[in-house]
T-cell receptor, first 110, second 113 residues
């Protein structure tokens, strides 16, 4: 069973808009990571948030973590066409391995 | 610094044929992983190696074998390919078992006819 489940499965927005993707998981975690995958490529790590952190920023990315609700969100502000990709959350369960969700497919239209 | 490299990039096999997918990393990472990615299924862990000399099964190990040849190289072998193994295969590495960022290779697209 997959630990990370992203929502929505697909998201289409206009350039300049913000994109929000959500992730839910099932057990206690050490950290939660977000990755991006461009079409036909491998995954690229974007950001890691530890279980004792509530929010983290990196450039136009903002990640939040609510361990009481077992959920995380990734916000991309002022999106660009180059942000078009699939985005995966990967919670790291305590004592376990990173498990990737099915991803959110983001399309940013110019 | 090439990061994680995989060969080949593409491969077509007939049912029953065997092949080995190669993976190498130049980041001196201890841990290496093999995943498969299928439409609608996300990434699923096939095998992993927490450190040189150790390997363990992941979520979907059936039909596969692995070898951690040395710290740099981790290969995935299909002994008798089946159409259900048609997929994109990714190798990844990290510098601490399960606790750190994973770095992915570009993938191998495998079709089994």
């Amino acid at each position: 069973s997959q630990q990370g489940e992203e929502d929505p499965q697909a998201l289409s927005i206009q350039e300049g808009e913000n994109a929000t993707m959500n992730c839910s998981y099932k057990t206690s975690i050490n950290n939660l990571q977000w990755y991006r995958q461009n079409s036909g490529r491998g995954l690229v790590h974007l950001i890691l948030i530890r279980s004792n952190e509530r929010e983290k920023h990196s450039g136009r990315l903002r990640v939040t973590l609510d361990t009481s609700k077992k959920s995380s969100s990734l916000l991309i502000t002022a999106s660009r066409a180059a942000d078009t990709a699939s985005y995966f959350c990967a919670p790291l369960p305590r004592g376990g391995k990173l498990i990737f969700g099915q991803g959110t497919e983001l399309s940013v239209k110019p | 610094n090439a990061g994680v490299t995989q060969t080949p990039k593409f491969q077509v096999l007939k049912t029953g044929q065997s092949m080995t997918l190669q993976c190498a990393q130049d980041m001196n990472h201890n841990s290496m992983y093999w995943y498969r990615q299928d439409p609608g299924m996300g990434l699923r862990l096939i095998y992993y190696s927490a450190s040189e000399g150790t390997t363990d099964k992941g979520e979907v190990p059936n039909g596969y074998n692995v070898s951690r040849l040395n710290k740099r190289e981790f290969s995935l072998r299909l002994e008798s390919a089946a159409p259900s193994q048609t997929s994109v295969y990714f190798c990844a590495s990290s510098d601490m078992w399960g606790t750190d960022t994973q770095y992915f290779g570009p993938g191998t697209r495998l079709t089994v006819l």
